[in-house]
């Protein structure tokens, strides 16, 4: 992926990611993860390469309103109340009237935020924006989600709730999740598949299958087999840092 | 109302100050002119240049009791022709109808100019040069057009208003259209919502807060435009007709007192887009804390 002013932002990034995996991508800052989730989204055209989602072009996907996207940044708008907000696809989308507003409470009920249904944004801390965009997204109940480090701005038991929150809808819905994070236990928690890149190319360094049985738990965070893999992702994200890997 | 009470107190410290001041000044500026009348041997009800100061036909700056006699003359009776409030009615009246004209034009430019890049280029230069051509010197020649037509009385002037109201709320309006920040189109887009879904959930909500700060600055415009287009032509009624007759008639006091009726209606007419703005934008209101209001 090569943008207008020359910027190379993905030289090599060949994945096949199977139905119902939960992918994490994991890299250092400006590798090009965000890239790589917009060029899925048909957000932006590849100068190169070639996508398919499901046998669809992005384009195709995005028109068939295949995919949920949560963006880095809340995106909420300041006008809607916090449940307006998480209806805001289902309007768009023509969903039948009378399931709006079950819909949205459930999604915040989800989130943790059925309280805060009628407050506006600028009322909620950024974590709780971030939680409302994530709402919104499962609001219209897409196959795929893309999440652009929807927890990165929560505090560490916050986030160990959703993670096993977003965890079970997985399992329960079958979606096909790929999940931006900077966080190694969260890749590890959460992943059937850690894709670790690096940056100036961004590329695909490894993909490092995540074997932990489901379902997960809190206890799954105190298991050798937990910290093995974490080392071996910390261990590839060294390489490309260019550190030498000790010992 | 109750929000303004915290900025109702500097305020009325200032109208007192300025009151204090304008005593002795009223009586500087007047002074001379009293002197002048007695020399001349007019015949006045006052003796002395102090005494008549506050009683002069032609004063520089009348005195308190006579803005207050003429606001008594000029008020009464209500729904006299030559009284101020029927007048002021139809002023406003011109200004709100240019207003909401100029609004539909205005939307109309706005949304045109963002939805193509074209139309902004080859229109944006005329709407610009649009305003440069002073209104007091299209308003007599529009009035004569229309009239062809048919069109007569208030409806030229609200026209006249709307011609340079017409353009901070295009401004305004273009400004707020392209406001939403390019991940909330992102956001659009992967809703795959049509651009017509885009401009209903996005671009118009997101443009109402720059929407009402056109108005206010429209407003002001179209009630100068008003009144300009009243004191500029043949009218039978208006804030402007009056001035124009007392202009002719040399009625100084009169002239003060329509002066800061005018005054007083703009300010009005700005509290009402005010109060519709609260009313409209729900999301912008802060709760009131503990302890009084903000
Ligand atoms: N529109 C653009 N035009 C030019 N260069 C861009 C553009 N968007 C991103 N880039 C560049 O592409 C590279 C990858 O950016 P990207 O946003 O994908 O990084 P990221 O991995 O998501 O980083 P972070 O973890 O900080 O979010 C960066 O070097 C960035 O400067
Ligand atoms: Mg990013």
Redesign the interface.
């Known amino acids: 992926m090569v943008f207008p002013n020359g910027t190379v932002a993905l030289k090599e990034a060949n994945l096949e990611i199977a139905q119902g995996e939960f992918i994490s991508l994991i890299g250092p800052s400006g590798c090009g993860k965000t890239t790589l989730l917009r060029l899925l ?3 932006i055209q590849p100068s190169a390469g070639s996508i398919r989602i499901g046998g669809k072009t992005p384009e195709e996907a ?4 295949a ?3 949560v ?1 880095q ?1 809340p ?1 909420l ?5 916090v449940l307006q907000n998480v209806m ?2 289902l ?3 023509g969903v039948p009237k009378a399931e709006h507003k079950p819909r949205a409470e459930r999604m915040l009920a989800l989130v943790g935020l059925g309280k805060f249904a009628r407050h ?1 944004p ?1 009322q909620l801390s950024g974590g709780m924006q971030q939680r409302v965009s994530i709402a919104r997204a499962l609001a219209f109940d897409p196959q795929l989600l893309f999440m652009d480090e929807p927890f990165g701005a929560l505090d560490e038991i916050t986030r160990e709730n959703l993670n096993l929150e977003l965890l079970r809808l997985w399992r329960e819905t079958g979606k096909t999740i790929i999940f931006v994070t900077h966080s190694i236990p969260e890749a590890v928690f959460l992943s059937t598949r850690i894709v670790v890149m690096t940056p100036r190319p961004g590329k695909i360094e490894t993909v490092i299958p995540v074997d932990l049985p489901q379902p997960r738990n809190f206890e799954t965070r105190e298991t050798t087999r937990f910290f093995e893999i974490a080392t071996l992702v910390r261990e590839a994200l060294r390489k490309g840092h260019g550190f030498e890997v000790s010992e | 109302m109750l929000r303004l009470s915290p900025n109702l107190v500097p305020m009325l410290v200032v109208a007192l100050v300025v009151l204090v001041l304008y005593w002795p000044l009223m009586y500087l500026a007047n002074i001379p002119a009293a002197q002048r009348a007695l020399d001349t041997g007019a015949v006045l009800p006052c003796k002395t240049a102090l005494e008549c100061a506050t009683q002069l036909r032609s004063p520089v700056l009348p005195s308190p009791q006579q803005l207050w006699q003429g606001f008594g003359n000029l008020m009464f009776p209500l729904n006299s022709q030559s009284a101020i409030p029927l007048n002021a009615a139809v002023t406003a009246l011109e200004t709100l109808v240019g207003l909401l004209l100029a609004a539909m034009l205005g939307f109309f430019f706005a949304i045109g100019m963002v939805a193509s890049r074209a139309f902004e280029r080859s229109l944006l230069p005329w709407i610009v040069a649009s305003q440069t051509v002073p209104i007091i010197a299209i308003a007599p020649m529009l009035v004569v057009v229309l009239g062809q037509y048919g069109v007569q009385g208030w409806l030229p002037k609200a026209i006249i208003a709307a011609y340079i109201a017409f353009f901070p709320i295009t401004i305004g309006v273009a400004k707020g259209l392209k406001s939403p ?1 390019p ?2 189109l ?8 049509s651009s017509w ?1 885009t401009y209903l ?2 671009r118009f ?2 443009s ?1 807060p720059y929407l009402f700060t056109a108005f206010k600055v429209a407003m002001t415009a179209a009630l100068i435009g008003a009144i300009v287009a009243e004191i500029s032509t043949i009218s039978f009624q208006g804030i402007g007709k009056m001035l124009a007759e007392n202009s002719r008639a040399s009625d100084v006091v009169a002239m003060w007192v329509i002066m800061l009726s005018s005054a007083a209606l703009g300010i009005l007419l700005v509290a009402l887009v005010n109060w519709v703005e609260h009313l409209a ?1 729900p ?1 912008r209101r802060v709760p009131q804390r503990e302890g009084g209001g903000r």
């Open positions: 989204a048909d957000l995005r028109k068939s309103r995919y949920g996207y963006f940044a995106t708008m300041e006008w809607r109340t805001l696809p309007e768009v989308m506006y600028w | 920040d991940l909330s992102d956001l659009m887009k992967t809703y795959n919502a879904q959930k996005l909500p997101a109402v934008t999301w």
